[in-house]
């Protein structure tokens, strides 16, 4: 038998009928896909013979938005941008059902996923179904304590917009943050990294009128949140001094057109050193997924941030590695990654690598992976 998880043990945790680590009063976070929705993706991953991250059979089952951000298989290339390869073990917080997770699991990482709506975990844990590395636990992350000096790789991806929600204890959104890294650096062994993705709330889309993905309201974080209920997020300047006032030092990353389903995603120093760097994107990056944007070419407006050096401060989201020592962000950032861009047909996934070794030469290299 698997011996009680780390975790599930200091926190007086018990596992449920599914699987799931949990407390003894199951509880719900008030935050859903809608029941309609949920009860299809539970249904559809149960289903399936192939959960993977890059599973086609899911692929083929999107049929709105919420199954295509849970089942696309361009999900997983917000981390496969990294170099993971040195990592044994990984806490994810907020893993919603399983997407992130299921990658993780596939780099024989041992995996403790964090989920606080207990039927989005349930979905999670049958996401993995087969990865005994992984753990799911249907726990609030501000009600238990993370074991410390324990992982490699912390990540909160599409999370920490949402921790004032669900600290409703903590006086404001920016110190339910804090709170949060406080507990992931203690929970970091030595050489280990943190990874955020996150909405930039002065992405080029919303200046250009885009609704804001959590309110659906033009211009609601460009101008600061007015109607602030819970969720925030920020700009690149705000983030560079919320890591520094809790010892990080970090590495930026752009995925576009967003975190959620990245098909380019540009390091920092890349855009920095390429003068045409703006070029690898398409020619409309955008995505508004309340379809109020007017339809802008793009390309002149990127190409015009990268000649005045804030390409990276209008990108729609951020990737964002964050370390106390600038080795361990090395080990894990390319620094002169291009793209990462699948192609999926019926029968595999070809993952495209543009990397510079100078900053004059790309090289390509080609990564192919059975679906």
């Known amino acids: 038998m698997k011996p009680i998880p780390y975790l599930a043990r200091t926190n007086s945790l018990q596992r449920s009928h599914s699987g799931i680590w949990t407390t003894r009063q199951q509880f719900e976070f008030d935050y859903s896909d809608g029941d309609d929705n949920q009860l299809y993706l539970a249904r559809t991953v149960a289903t399936v013979a192939d959960r993977s991250?890059?599973?086609?059979?899911?692929?083929?089952?999107?049929?709105?938005?919420?199954?295509?951000?849970?089942?696309?298989?361009?999900?997983?290339?917000?981390?496969?941008?990294?170099?993971?390869?040195?990592?044994?073990?990984?806490?994810?917080?907020?893993?919603?059902?399983?997407?992130?997770?299921?990658?993780?699991?596939?780099?024989?990482?041992?995996?403790?996923?964090?989920?606080?709506?207990?039927?989005?975990?349930?979905?999670?844990?049958?996401?993995?179904?087969?990865?005994?590395?992984?753990?799911?636990?249907?726990?609030?992350?501000f009600d238990i304590t993370l074991p410390p000096n324990a992982y490699d790789l912390i990540c909160f991806i599409g999370v920490l917009e949402y921790a004032s929600k669900f600290a409703p204890n903590l006086p404001n959104a920016e110190q339910a943050i804090s709170s949060l890294l406080d507990s992931a650096k203690r929970s970091l062994s030595p050489g280990g990294v943190i990874v955020i993705a996150i909405e930039n709330?002065?992405?080029?889309k919303y200046v250009l009128g885009a609704g804001e993905d959590h309110y659906g309201r033009p211009y609601e974080g460009v101008h600061n949140y007015p109607n602030f209920s819970g969720i925030k997020t920020y700009?690149?300047?705000?983030?560079?001094?919320?890591?520094?006032?809790?010892?990080?030092?970090?590495?930026?990353?752009?995925?576009?057109?967003?975190?959620?389903?990245?098909?380019?995603?540009?390091?920092?120093?890349?855009?920095?050193?390429?003068?045409?760097?703006?070029?690898?994107?398409?020619?409309?990056?955008?995505?508004?997924?309340?379809n109020l944007m007017a339809n802008t070419p793009e390309a002149p407006i990127w190409a015009s941030f990268q000649q005045t050096g804030v390409l990276g401060d209008f990108s729609n989201s951020f990737l964002i590695v964050a370390a106390q020592q600038e080795s361990s962000l090395r080990n894990v950032v390319d620094q002169h990654c291009i793209i990462v861009a699948p192609i999926v047909d019926s029968a595999e996934v070809w993952i495209f690598f543009r990397s510079t070794t100078h900053r004059t030469q790309i090289e390509k290299k080609a990564v192919h992976l059975t679906a």
């Open 201 to 204: 709330r002065l992405g080029l």
């Open 235 to 290: 700009s690149k300047r705000e983030w560079e001094t919320l890591l520094a006032e809790h010892g990080f030092c970090h590495e930026f990353l752009y995925p576009f057109p967003d975190y959620k389903l990245p098909q380019q995603i540009l390091a920092d120093r890349f855009v920095a050193g390429q003068p045409s760097a703006w070029s690898q994107l398409p020619d409309a990056v955008s995505t508004d997924y309340h």
């Open 53 to 141: 991250s890059l599973s086609n059979e899911l692929a083929s089952r999107i049929r709105d938005w919420t199954s295509e951000y849970h089942f696309s298989p361009l999900r997983s290339n917000l981390l496969r941008a990294l170099c993971l390869k040195d990592r044994t073990s990984a806490l994810e917080i907020g893993a919603g059902c399983g997407a992130i997770t299921r990658y993780l699991g596939e780099l024989k990482l041992q995996v403790d996923a964090i989920e606080g709506s207990y039927q989005r975990a349930e979905i999670a844990k049958a996401r993995c179904a087969g990865l005994q590395n992984v753990d799911v636990y249907g726990v609030n992350v």
